[in-house]
């Protein structure tokens, strides 16, 4: 036990305060030794520990900080007392946690059931009853069932190292050393508390994150495999690991590279890594491109075990409407009214009763959250008069401080022909203005239309190259958007989404309140494959977002107009998945009838106007009752 937590709940068990005596006194209320007595369902850890918090002070208040241990009585058995009100009903849950060296504490696994545990009152003529819990299991409903979800970082970082493309080594003497058949390990050189090494090797219903065998992870061209490092904040400059490459026959040790946690410079990288023989450390067996990602914990307010939205999309919702860019895509022939993705646009999806709108996400030079789809935008000096296409420039928005892209001219090209619309500060509108804020959209749009926010992160491309170029740091962006959407997105159905996989491990690792879904464009003709295999197929996109507890996906359309379609989302439903289907292909009211038919959770199209179902008359969320399950969400 900490001697942190151990302080805490000998001052709240034995009343060395007067707050809870006082408190008591004024309600006549008894403060009482309750007991907790849980069960769990296999043995923890050697270094991990047991607590719980809830919505009393003694319990906590759903604090990290001020946990109550509990005490171990065997190795399925715990427990603890703490003095309470008797006379007030309390909710609470328990937590895995382990400590590093410091005596900071690390949420390993929390019981996420949409309603947390409930301990009732008694008086002074009732007994108060302890029951007996079963971790994970919820109390109440008539078919209770286990619900525990990794935690959210605090005071240690997340280190993936991923073995997610092809080419990765390059080998000097392919019978000495064969990238096609070894087993691969990550060794930490030094041991430290709160250090721990896992793995996800990425195959259907098998891809949870699990320790390492003993001669490493079996590896070939095409796997997909993702070494997740979490490592206390103190050792990111003094770490080192080895990665250990193994024979898959012999079991032997055929080589290793050594890499330490100093030469993670940025969010995200490549790793040059060079892999001697160990029979003779001068000789190079092979070398590897290395891709990691660094996940920092949440920057600002710290988050608490209150509730989560994580995983929270009921069965009983029906398929959801949501609006493409609101009501959908502008710059192209035939367009919609409103200009997508302004404030007008999302208002007009919902007044055709859309249940969500998705919305694109970019951060400016100035680090604000600005809403717009393409990385950079045409645009002209004021007052040069433009006639053909190669007489714009292409800037990107993250070069651009906000206050000078309000004034940027903006161009489209259709069909060859220049078109010029309103910047941002020429338009009197306010609701038409082009790059709202994030902030503005998520104060003006109506709690009852909820948002997919989709995180806009440029993707290497399977032939080489970027999407675009990107140098704001990944964690930073991250961090930035949560803020907001934390401080003035609560309250509503709000998920987000990014093409970028390692985008949607970070949000999903810094904050336990909103759900987050993989977003792919999946089997395409339409446009070239992105370098990371995760993204190249639905099912690696749902073994993707097993590995890393994701809500789902949202796959591109066109993987589902086969004979197949059903059975592909239901692959995603028995891993408790959603999965929202967007695409060109789902523009028509016949394809919204269709995939609401083969069981998607949600159709993403553009022309809320033209093709929401006609026998809809309100939004699902336009609803007192629904809006007030999330009411939680808000913190502050």
């Known amino acids: ?97 382990v400590e590093n060296a410091a005596g900071q504490k690390q949420i390993r696994r929390w019981e996420t059931h949409f309603k947390p545990r409930q301990l009732q009152s008694c008086s002074e003529q009732q007994q108060c009853h302890s029951p007996l819990d079963i971790f994970g299991l919820a109390n109440g409903g008539d078919e209770p069932t286990t619900q525990v979800h990794r935690g959210w970082l605090n005071h240690e970082t997340i280190i993936q190292l991923k ?100 030469q993670l410079t940025g969010s995200e990288g490549l790793l040059q890594l060079h892999i001697k023989s160990a029979r003779d450390a001068e000789q190079t067996l092979a070398r590897l491109r290395l891709p990691y990602v660094l996940v920092q914990p949440y920057q600002y307010s710290p988050l608490d075990f209150k509730t989560t939205y994580a ?71 004021p007052g040069k008069q433009i006639e053909k296409p190669d007489q ?26 220049v078109l010029e619309y309103p910047a941002h500060n020429a338009e009197p509108r306010h609701e038409h203005r082009i790059f709202p804020r994030l902030v503005e959209v998520l104060q003006q749009l109506p709690k009852s239309l909820g948002i997919d926010v989709e995180i806009k992160w440029p993707q290497r491309r399977q032939g080489g190259g970027h999407e675009a170029e990107q140098t704001i740091d990944k964690n930073f962006f991250a961090d930035r958007v949560l803020h907001e959407v934390i401080q003035y997105g609560c309250g509503r159905p709000l998920i987000f989404s990014s093409f970028d996989a390692d985008m949607c491990t970070m949000l999903r690792f810094k904050q336990n309140i909103f759900p987050v879904m993989f977003l792919t464009q999946g089997e395409t003709k339409k446009w070239q494959p992105f ?24 796959p591109h359309a066109e993987d ?23 695409g060109d292909d789902c523009n028509s009211r016949e394809r919204v009838k269709y995939f609401t038919e083969i069981g998607a959770t949600a ?32 913190r502050i």
Request: proline share 4%.
């Open 311 to 381: 995983h929270y999309w009921p069965r009983s919702w029906p398929n959801l409407d949501v609006g493409h860019r609101g009501n959908g895509k502008s710059y192209i022939a035939e367009a919609p009214q409103e200009r997508e993705n302004t404030i007008a646009s999302f208002l007009s999806a919902h007044a055709h009763h859309a249940d969500m709108v998705e919305l694109d996400v970019h951060l400016t030079a100035d680090g604000i959250p600005v809403i717009y789809h393409d990385f950079g935008l045409r645009t002209a000096p």
């Open 531 to 554: 370098s990371d295999l995760r993204t190249r197929n639905f099912q690696a996109a749902v073994n993707n977002a097993q590995a890393f507890e994701l809500a789902g996906t949202a």
């Open 392 to 417: 714009l420039e292409y800037v990107l928005i993250k070069d651009i401080n906000y206050e000078l892209l309000k004034r940027l001219r903006i161009f489209s090209v259709i069909n060859g022909k």
């Open 603 to 634: 159709t993403c199209y553009d022309r809320s106007d033209l093709y929401m179902p006609e026998t809809k008359q309100r939004s699902f969320f336009n609803s007192s009752a629904l809006l007030a399950e999330f009411e939680a969400q808000c």
């Open 1 to 97: 036990m900490s001697e942190q937590c151990a302080a805490f709940v000998d001052a709240a068990s034995f009343g060395t305060g007067n707050e809870l005596l006082e408190a008591a006194a004024s309600i006549n209320c008894k403060p009482t030794l309750r007991q907790f007595n849980v069960r769990l369902q296999e043995p923890l850890q050697p270094e991990e520990q047991l607590a719980l918090t809830g919505d009393a002070k003694a319990l906590g208040e759903w604090q990290l900080l001020r946990c109550v241990p509990l005490e171990r009585i065997d190795d399925f058995n715990w427990q603890t007392t703490v003095r309470l009100q008797s006379c007030r009903q309390l909710e609470y849950r328990y937590f895995v946690y």
């Open 560 to 582: 589902f107009l086969g004979e197949n379609a059903a059975q592909l989302l239901q692959q995603a439903r028995d891993q408790g998945q959603i999965a929202v289907i967007w």
């Open 163 to 262: 073995f997610n493309g092809e080419k990765m080594f390059q080998v000097h003497d392919i019978e000495t050393f064969d990238p096609q058949h070894v087993q691969l390990k990550i060794v930490p050189v030094e041991q430290a508390a709160g250090l721990v090494v896992e793995y996800s090797k990425q195959l259907y219903g098998q891809s949870q994150l699990q320790l390492q065998p003993a001669h490493g992870v079996p590896y070939t061209k095409g796997d997909i495999v993702i070494f997740h490092v979490t490592l206390p904040l103190e050792r990111m400059m003094l770490q080192s690991f080895r990665l250990e490459c193994y024979s898959q026959t012999t079991q032997e040790l055929l080589g290793s590279a050594t890499l330490t946690a100093s």
